[in-house]
């Protein structure tokens, strides 16, 4: 099973700041196989990036994603305030599926 | 509009069992595979199980294997997780999700279609 560690745990900026956001696999994983959601308070996750690259209907394009074999990217390129929640990757492509633990961005 | 509602969470002794159902609408649900992913109080995303879209192949978590059944019936356009067995470790806000493509097993594709999610408690 691929094991998916995110960093930092927690980021704390301020609206109109960039965020980076990182995903680190125990294994390589294809770039056509991760995909990054985030969570609000008391809602179900909102798929935003996947492919690694590819932005998810309806996401605006100051989300964009990157990376390849181990290591990949979520930039948030000017942080709104509706931004502010957990975010998640994901492994798929192979069975199990599995989640990174999640970076809360909060407001500093 | 595509939904998916999840049903039949609640309180459950440890050692007992739930059914928790998925009705699908606004999309054809006999052309996706599912899954059923879970969040525990304050703590991360887990997956638990897929189902092919014909039901034919099923898959599990290693922490639910033998314990929880997954099932579809595409005519009523519902998904099921039966749970027996139950540990207080199960206690988990319980999500359906939908695949962003049609075809293929439930591991194809990213998740792109959500319930709103069913709180299972289980007490010890």
């Known amino acids: 099973e691929i094991v998916l560690t995110q960093s930092p745990g927690t980021l704390s900026l301020s609206p109109g700041e960039r965020a980076t956001l990182s995903c680190r696999a125990s294994q390589s994983v294809s770039a056509t196989s991760l995909a990054w959601y985030h969570q609000k308070p008391g809602q179900a996750p909102r798929l935003l990036m996947y492919?690694?690259?590819s932005r998810a209907t309806g996401i605006p394009d100051r989300f964009s994603g990157s990376g390849s074999g181990t290591d990949f990217t979520l930039t948030i390129s000017r942080l709104e305030p509706e931004d502010f929640a957990v975010y998640y990757c994901q492994k798929y492509g192979s069975s199990p599926i599995t989640f990174g633990q999640g970076t809360r961005l909060e407001i500093k | 509009e595509v939904q998916l509602l999840e049903s039949g969470g609640g309180l459950a002794q440890s050692g007992g069992s739930l059914r928790l159902s998925c009705v699908a609408s606004g999309f054809t649900l006999s052309s996706f595979a599912m899954s059923w992913v879970r969040q525990a109080p304050g703590k991360g995303l887990e997956w638990v199980s897929g189902?092919?879209?014909?039901?034919?192949?099923?898959y599990y978590a290693d922490s639910v294997k033998g314990r929880f059944t997954i099932s579809r019936d595409n005519s009523n356009n519902t998904v099921y997780l039966q749970m027996n067995g139950l540990r207080a470790e199960d206690t988990a806000l319980y999500y359906c999700?939908?695949?962003?493509?049609?075809?293929?097993?439930?591991?194809?594709?990213?998740?792109?279609?959500w319930g709103q999610g069913t709180t299972v408690t289980v007490s010890s």
């Open positions: 492919g690694a690259s």
């Open positions: 999700a939908r695949p962003r493509s049609a075809a293929g097993p439930y591991y194809e594709y990213a998740m792109d279609v």
């Open positions: 189902i092919s879209f014909s039901g034919a192949s099923t």
